[in-house]
């Protein structure tokens, strides 16, 4: 089982830029993959971007494609996730997790407990 701790959420205005970082403990980093989910009042947890062991395969969510990346530092045990060009429509609560490195909320067995992230229009 892996311990995950998100940080760097806040408020900021639309176009400007956050970067979130999740820190995990109680396995060897190395060899899990990452995932970062959020979730916006009223809707499902959806997917925005996921990373290989290596950092050499990462996906992203159309949505987030070209504003976010996501990386990973495996020294320091900590998967981050920059967010430039926010919108309105990115407010959500964030979430790492460890899993399969899919899209697919399933395939994830460990969860941080979520970041809040608000741009204002």
């Known amino acids: 089982q892996v311990q995950l701790v998100e940080s760097g959420g806040g408020l900021v205005q639309a176009g400007g830029s956050l970067r979130l970082s999740c820190a995990a403990s109680?396995?060897?980093?190395?060899?899990?993959?990452m995932g970062w989910f959020r979730q916006a009042p009223g809707k499902e947890r959806e997917f925005v971007a996921a990373?290989?062991?290596?950092?050499?395969?990462?996906k992203y969510a159309d949505s987030v494609k070209g504003r976010f990346t996501i990386s990973r530092d495996n020294a320091k045990n900590t998967v981050y996730l920059q967010m430039n060009s926010l919108k309105f429509e990115d407010t959500a609560v964030y979430y790492c997790?460890?899993?399969?490195?899919?899209?697919?909320?399933?395939?994830?067995?460990?969860w941080g407990q979520g970041t809040q992230v608000t741009v204002s229009s």
């Open positions: 990373i290989s062991r290596s950092g050499g395969t990462i």
């Open positions: 997790a460890s899993g399969f490195g899919s899209s697919v909320i399933g395939d994830y067995h460990s």
């Open positions: 109680g396995r060897t980093f190395s060899s899990i993959f």
